[in-house]
Every structure is written in structure tokens, then in C-alpha cells.
């Protein structure tokens, strides 16, 4: 069965790693990163944001990742990722996700908290663990000024008053990284990481972690990262991997033999990041 994000999130912050978060959007992509966890002997967090749930749908999305957990020998959590609504989240809670994000970053400060205390009240009392925001992780493709990007993110007295008022499970700061794929590299800032985490015992996220420096995950986890997301560098890999059977045998048309490799492809790189983020061999 399904385990919570708390339940996972507190072994990684004793022991010193982060959790991989990995998007899921169909049966492919869950498996790849089933077998990925099973292989490696990692507790996983398989996640469905909003376009995942509108591509796969709910029931679909939950009925696979019941499937593909209760056949695991690892922990395995279901989390809500950037929901949005407070009907959305009550929907998770009864279908069957063991956790939820509710992203109220783009709301003022008490916005934010009222919001997010309101999807706790639900959320925790029926069992599931909830990740809130706070700062706001745009997108590499937002095209912000620096001091846009600097407004952005997370204040660290902001953050100390935001979990002493809502007593969230987890915490998605903004230090710098974003959503999608990086035209250089993302310079994350370490001197706020290590702000926040001297004033929040809450274990912290990090979001759009695809293409990050190696050394630059390493100490993120080091100051205090636990629980790491990742989706573009999966959707890169699948692409990659249907990319090479159309490009070098245009004749096939089994999809079975185009989405087959492109699992393979997937696979590998969930294994990687589960090596760099010191989760594998913790299950
Ligand atoms: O946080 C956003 C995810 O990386 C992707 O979202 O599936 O709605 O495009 P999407
Ligand atoms: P990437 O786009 O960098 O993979 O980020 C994914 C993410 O943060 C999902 O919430
Ligand atoms: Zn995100
Ligand atoms: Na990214």
C-alpha cells in the first residue's frame, strides 16, 4: 500500500538524503520509475501535476500507481504535484493519493497560509501528508529579469512564520532553480537554503531540479534538500528514446517497440538521479 510523504521525508532528513519526486502522465513513465525504485532498492514519490491528471485522468493515474505499489518491495507515495484547488485536492483525498501539494504561491503571504491551512484541515484528518510553497518556481521559459527572479524567491522569515502558522508536512522553496529545461546553468542560491533550514525544521523541496549541476544537488541535499523533483530530464529521455527508433527504423510501427526502449531510456535516468539524490539502497 501507499505510504505518506511524511512517513518518507523524515527517514530522509535522518539519514541525510533527499527522496526522488518523479512526474508520471502514463503507464510507461510509472513503470520506468517502478522498476527504477525496485532495482535500486529506493523509496519513490510518483507524482501527477495538473496536466498529468487532464492527460491520463484520476482514475487512471491512481489505478496504475495501486498497481504498481502494491506489487513493490519498496515505499511508494502518490502526491498530488502544484495542485491548485481546494476541489482538486478533495478529490485526491478520495481517490486514493496518500499526499498533496497545494501551491498557493502566487497569493499574498496570509492568502498562502489560510489557503493552505484549509487543505490541511482535510487533508491531514483523512491521512495524507500535505507540501505547500512558498516563493514562487517559475518557469526557464518565463523570461525574468534578475531582480524579478530575486523578488521570487523564498523569504526566510516569511518561511519560519509560514510553517509555524500551518504546521505543513513539507516545504517547496524557490532558490533559484526552475521548471523546465535550463539554457545555462541554474546558480541556486545556498546562502538562503542555509537561512531557511537554520529557522525551519520542516523538511524542504526542491522543484525543477532537471538539468541542476550534479554538485550543485549534492549540496542542496547536504544543507538540507529532501525531497527532489524531477520531470523534465524524464520527458527528455523518453523523447530520446522513441526519437532513436523513428530516426533509425522509420519502417517500425509496433509502438510496443518505440515506447519499449523509450521506457528503457527512462528507466536509466530515474536509476541515475536515485544515486545522486542517496535515496537508492535506503528502502
Ligand atoms: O510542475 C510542473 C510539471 O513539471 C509539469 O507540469 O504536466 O502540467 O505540464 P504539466
Ligand atoms: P523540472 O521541469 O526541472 O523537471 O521540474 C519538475 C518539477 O518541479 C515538478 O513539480
Ligand atoms: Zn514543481
Ligand atoms: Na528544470
Known amino acids: 500500500s501507499l505510504v505518506t510523504l511524511r512517513e518518507l521525508l523524515k527517514d530522509a532528513q535522518e539519514r541525510n538524503y533527499a527522496v526522488g519526486a518523479f512526474n508520471t502522465n502514463n503507464m510507461e513513465i510509472i513503470q520506468a520509475i517502478i522498476e527504477a525504485a525496485e532495482e535500486e532498492r529506493s523509496p519513490v514519490i510518483l507524482q501527477a501535476s495538473q496536466g498529468g491528471l487532464k492527460y491520463a485522468g484520476l482514475e487512471y493515474i491512481v489505478a496504475m500507481v495501486e498497481v504498481a505499489a502494491k506489487n513493490a518491495t519498496v515505499p511508494v507515495a502518490l502526491h498530488l504535484d502544484h495542485g ?8 485526491c483525498v478520495r481517490a486514493g ?3 498533496v501539494m497545494f501551491d498557493g504561491s502566487k497569493h499574498p503571504l496570509e492568502d498562502n497560509i489560510q489557503k493552505t491551512a484549509k487543505v490541511i484541515e482535510v487533508a491531514q484528518a483523512a491521512g495524507l501528508s500535505v507540501e505547500a510553497e512558498l516563493g514562487k518556481i517559475g518557469g526557464t521559459e518565463d523570461d525574468i529579469t534578475v ?3 530575486d523578488a521570487m524567491m523564498t523569504n526566510p522569515e516569511e518561511a519560519k512564520y509560514f510553517v509555524e502558522k500551518t504546521n505543513v508536512d513539507a516545504l517547496a522553496i524557490a532558490i533559484g532553480t526552475a521548471h523546465g529545461p535550463y539554457k545555462g546553468q541554474p546558480k541556486l542560491d545556498f546562502d538562503r537554503l542555509k537561512t531557511i533550514r537554520s529557522l525551519v525544521s520542516t523538511p524542504l523541496v526542491l522543484h525543477g531540479a532537471s538539468g541542476v ?3 550543485s544537488i549534492r549540496k542542496a541535499i547536504e544543507l538540507g534538500i529532501t ?3 524531477i520531470d523534465t530530464d524524464i520527458r527528455q529521455a523518453f523523447t530520446r528514446g522513441v526519437q532513436d527508433v523513428t ?5 517500425e510501427f509496433d509502438p510496443r517497440k ?3 526502449p523509450a521506457k528503457e531510456e527512462m528507466k536509466e535516468i530515474v536509476k541515475q538521479k536515485m544515486r545522486l539524490f542517496g535515496c537508492s539502497n535506503k528502502a
Open 247 to 251: 530516426n533509425n527504423k522509420p519502417e
Open 213 to 215: 549541476g550534479e554538485d
Open 97 to 99: 493519493f496518500s499526499s
Open 227 to 229: 525531497k527532489i523533483n
Open 258 to 260: 518505440i515506447l519499449g
Open 147 to 149: 531582480s524579478e527572479e
Open 84 to 91: 491548485t484547488s481546494f476541489e482538486q485536492i478533495v478529490k
